[in-house]
């Protein structure tokens, strides 16, 4: 996952994955060290949006926040729980891994990718 370590949100988003991730399926890089620039992205595009690198393949934006909910097992444990809970819950699951959320959730992540520094944690007051 290459990530930008100045972003309060990204750094909070990556440090909650991390805690959740105890099989360790994941390595975060943060865009401004030298191994991000190693990835074969171009720097604006990786000023853009959060990317998930693996293999040959890369995703970016809302598909690579998609994707690392799908690598969490304790988040799969947590659905289970809440479909347990109320079969209900299902749905949602069901909608996030869906095409149908990408146009909104494509949306919301380039609005908040964009205003990332306003938004409040921010360690670096770049604006695009």
Not at 24 to 43: D, F, K, N
Not at 49 to 67: D, E, I, S
Not at 77 to 99: D, K, N, Y
Request: charged share 20%.
């Amino acid at each position: 996952m290459i990530y930008d370590g100045d972003c309060g949100i990204c750094t909070r988003s990556k440090n909650v994955a991390v805690q959740l991730d105890f099989l360790h399926t994941m390595r975060w890089i943060p865009l401004q060290s030298a191994e991000a620039g190693e990835q074969g992205i171009a720097p604006e595009d990786l000023e853009r949006a959060l990317y998930l690198v693996h293999g040959g393949h890369q995703a970016a934006g809302f598909a690579a926040f998609k994707r690392i909910f799908a690598r969490l097992p304790l988040f799969w444990l947590l659905v289970a729980l809440a479909v347990w809970i109320t079969p209900w819950s299902a749905l949602a699951v069901v909608l996030l891994f869906s095409p149908l959320s990408n146009p909104v959730g494509n949306r919301v992540y380039e609005w908040v990718a964009r205003n990332r520094y306003r938004l409040a944690g921010s360690t670096c007051k770049r604006r695009f």
